[in-house]
């Protein structure tokens, strides 16, 4: 089983929809959660970050976090189409300093 | 600021030969990585410098691969002998936090 499952999509919306985009993992070691964004071309930049159970909001990202069923997701509200790009959930065990990424989700916003 | 640059962007290579890639950190980062991201695959970590201790190597695939960081600051990574698998894009990272690490742009590489 891998560390981390993340559907790849793609995933197309229309413009102002809700995104949900979601991880599960394997390892309860894992303490720190990520989402990174790829866009096409460039490197992941950090979006979210949390280390506990529960919601965290920042504008129109929601980010949440299960530890107890090892899943974790991303909230997209009015998606827009510069929202576009691949979405990487990313993890870390209090021990590693390595990140664990997963493999993307490619959101496609259409206007 | 500067963010991360990488060098060269694209490399277009034998199978065979060997290959460097450079990495420049943002200044005062202390810690960088290397990371592979192929097709269908995500990110694969490679190997991690914190400040003056020793690397991280666990995630390199083989000993064809090495990665040195001259002062603290600027890394190479180095392929030697590169093989077609090898064809990815290869990103580098820095960070001050492990959680919070700046990418730079990446290198293409493809071996014929």
């Known amino acids: 089983q891998k560390e981390v499952e993340q559907d790849p999509g793609p995933l197309s919306v229309p413009e102002g929809a809700i995104v949900s985009l979601n991880c599960t993992y394997s390892?309860?070691?894992?303490?720190?959660f990520m989402w990174y964004r790829q866009y096409s071309r460039k490197g992941p930049e950090l979006l979210m970050y949390?280390?506990?159970?529960g919601n965290k909001e920042d504008g129109r990202f929601t980010a949440q976090v299960d530890k107890s069923s090892k899943y974790i997701s991303l909230f997209i509200r009015d998606s827009q189409p510069s929202d576009s790009a691949t979405y990487l959930c990313v993890l870390r065990s209090r021990s590693q300093g390595n990140l664990i990424f997963g493999k993307g989700t490619k959101l496609s916003v259409k206007p | 600021g500067a963010g991360v640059s990488q060098s060269p962007s694209n490399k277009v290579t034998e199978k065979g030969k060997d290959v460097e890639l450079r990495c420049d950190p943002i200044s005062g980062h202390t810690a960088l990585y290397w990371y592979r991201q192929s097709l269908g695959q995500g990110l694969e970590f490679l190997i991690y410098?914190?400040?003056?201790?020793?690397?991280?190597k666990s995630g390199l695939p083989s000993d064809r691969f090495s990665a040195e960081r001259t002062g603290g600051s600027v890394s190479t990574l180095t392929i030697q002998r590169t093989q077609q698998e090898d064809s990815a894009v290869y990103l580098c990272?820095?960070?001050?936090?492990?959680?919070?690490?700046?990418f730079g742009p990446g290198t293409r590489l493809t071996v014929l």
């Open positions: 949390t280390y506990s159970s």
């Open positions: 410098f914190q400040g003056n201790s020793a690397p991280d």
């Open positions: 390892n309860s070691a894992f303490q720190y």
């Open positions: 990272a820095s960070s001050l936090q492990a959680d919070t690490q700046y």
